[in-house]
């Protein structure tokens, strides 16, 4: 798609709609599944529940830079975005290779394999869509 | 599967017909929201009143969720359960406000993708009333 005006397409319509939408899915999947586990069993897997939180914050972190659509909105999701892909990609490697690390699921163990693989497969469409909507130079 | 599953599926308040519908009527909305944004269209009326309903039915099953833990039943899992039964009845607004806010295909694909976890969420739900041992 070649943009025909300088204007930055803005990151909240159209797709970008659709992302903040499963951005807000996860947000409120991971949220509730940190807080119960953290809430409730805590001491039986602190490393895999801390790094639910971290998911849950980023998710929720990134639906709101994309809606925000701003300059700075772009730049915080492309954060939580990189962020985001690091991670699924680095749980996912530990947790196949050291399953001791993490006894129980969190939403980016076995690269997110308990949610589709929606969050390896999510970070990925946002660095896209943040690219095909990125400043065109004048 | 045993005996003791089907009991505990019998006392189940999120396990009969209603679950079942919502389950088919949200499956329903998804496909039809899905031929909507492949052939480029906005978010239809056939697609607010399919989630309408659903969200109806969504709430029905908590209130009959509700009453039956306000009989003494007891969800496996309380904490999931109610998670799964707030986000549930969430939903359908969600997508409802999102898809209003975008008259256009992706709207359509917003409709689809929240329909699609519904179901999800729902048989989580019944998952997370029938725990027997953990």
Redesign the interface.
Request: a positive charge; hydrophobic letters at 60%; aromatic letters at 2%.
């Given at each position: 798609m070649v943009e025909t005006g300088p204007a930055p397409r803005r990151t909240n319509?159209?797709?970008g709609?659709?992302l903040?939408?499963?951005y807000?899915?996860f947000a409120?999947?991971a949220t509730?599944?940190a807080g119960?586990q953290i809430?409730?069993k805590f001491d039986e897997a602190p490393v895999a529940y801390l790094l639910s939180g971290v998911a849950a914050l980023i998710y929720i972190v990134a639906a709101v830079g994309l809606a925000r659509a701003g300059h700075t909105g772009r730049r915080v999701a492309l954060a939580c975005c990189s962020v985001e892909l690091v991670g699924v990609v680095a749980v996912g490697i530990l947790s196949l290779a050291d399953k001791e690390l993490f006894p129980d699921e969190t939403v980016w163990s076995q690269f997110g394999s308990g949610y589709g693989y929606i969050p390896l497969v999510l970070p990925v469409l946002g660095l896209i869509w943040l690219w095909r909507t990125r400043r065109t130079p004048a | 599967m045993g005996p003791m599953t089907s009991a505990a599926a019998a006392n189940s308040p999120v396990d009969g017909i209603l679950a079942t519908a919502s389950i088919v009527l949200s499956l329903l909305v998804a496909v039809w929201a899905l031929v909507a944004a492949v052939r480029h269209r906005p978010p239809d009326r056939l697609q607010f009143v399919g989630l309408g309903v659903l969200e109806v039915v969504l709430l029905v099953l908590s209130v009959l969720a509700l009453v039956a833990v306000g009989g003494g039943d007891r969800p496996g899992e309380p904490?999931?359960f109610f998670?799964y039964l707030v986000?549930l009845v969430?939903l359908p607004p969600?997508?409802w406000v999102?898809a209003r806010?975008?008259p256009?295909r992706?709207?359509s694909?917003?409709v689809c993708?929240?329909c699609l976890?519904a179901p999800v969420v729902v048989v989580r739900l019944q998952q997370t009333w029938e725990v027997l041992g953990g």
């Open positions: 319509s159209g797709p709609r659709l903040i939408a499963v807000l899915l409120i999947a509730s599944r119960l809430a409730t | 904490g999931a998670g986000t969430c969600l997508a999102l806010m975008e256009t992706w709207g694909a917003i993708a929240v976890v």
